[in-house]
């Protein structure tokens, strides 16, 4: 079996980048840690209560989507005996979870909700 050379340097390319990424996520969270007046619990869970409503979509939907959903529906619409009708689930799926993740986030952002200390 033959090495796919562009897509291994692009997969390399791809976790280098998120490297990168966690790197100097890691030096601005330090710093912003040492503006901050919140506890290390509430700048590591709650984002220092800086998180906007995307990226609190998007973060709640990493949570509950999964990448077995994502190949497990890209699996079964190729699949000819299942075909494109497999492919309804992920959109309604979708609808539920941008209804949910709004009405979720406009109320945890009124209770102002901290993580239990355990």
């Not at 980048?17 to 869970?45: C, H, N, P, Q, Y």
Request: aromatic share 10%; with cysteine.
């Amino acid at each position: 079996m033959a090495v796919n050379i562009p897509g291994v340097a692009v997969m390399m390319f791809f976790y280098l980048l998120v490297l990168g990424i966690g790197i100097w996520a890691s030096f601005k969270s330090k710093r912003e840690a040492k503006k901050g007046t919140g506890d290390k619990t509430e700048m590591a869970l709650l984002g220092n209560r800086g998180i906007n409503l995307v990226v609190g979509i998007f973060t709640m939907t990493a949570t509950w989507v999964g990448g077995g959903f994502i190949v497990g529906t890209a699996e079964a619409v190729y699949n000819p005996s299942m075909g494109l009708i497999w492919a309804v689930m992920p959109v309604a799926a979708t609808m539920c979870f941008v209804i949910g993740e709004l009405s979720l986030s406009c109320c945890s952002v009124r209770r102002n909700p901290v993580a239990p200390r355990g």
